[in-house]
């Protein structure tokens, strides 16, 4: 699946519930089914599919039908998407950080 135009608002929105993360951490870690996944959270199954639901629209999981069961699975690509948008945010504030040590170099430098 091709993200054609990255909606970082509902990607991060979706991360911003532990339940959500949660979830995602479990598909990185192995295929469970939506029952499985539903037995690990104090709340309903409909609610657990809520959260599944919204992790898919976000491009963060998928489900796919295997026999009887659904199981959900990672989307690489969709947290490749939202990993590229956190590093650029890094470098920008790496290169913002250098540039203020390199001032405070500079300034004690010109002191002494």
């Known amino acids: 699946m091709q993200i054609a ?3 970082y608002d509902r990607m991060f929105g979706a991360l ?3 339940t959500r993360r949660d979830i995602v951490r ?3 870690e192995g295929n469970e089914g939506v029952a499985e996944l539903a037995d690990h959270y104090p ?3 409909a ?3 809520k959260h599944i639901a919204i992790l898919e629209r976000a491009h963060l999981i998928t489900k796919e039908r295997i026999g009887r069961r659904k199981v959900v699975r990672t989307n690489l690509e969709g947290l490749l998407v939202a990993r590229s948008l956190l590093d650029r945010y890094q470098e920008l504030w790496q290169g913002r950080i250098d540039r203020m040590a ?3 170099t500079d300034t004690k430098e010109k002191d002494q």
């Open 5 to 7: 135009r990255p909606d």
């Open 16 to 18: 911003a519930d532990a």
């Open 26 to 28: 479990r598909a990185i």
């Open 43 to 45: 709340m309903s199954f």
């Open 47 to 49: 609610a657990v599919q």
């Open 102 to 104: 390199e001032l405070v």
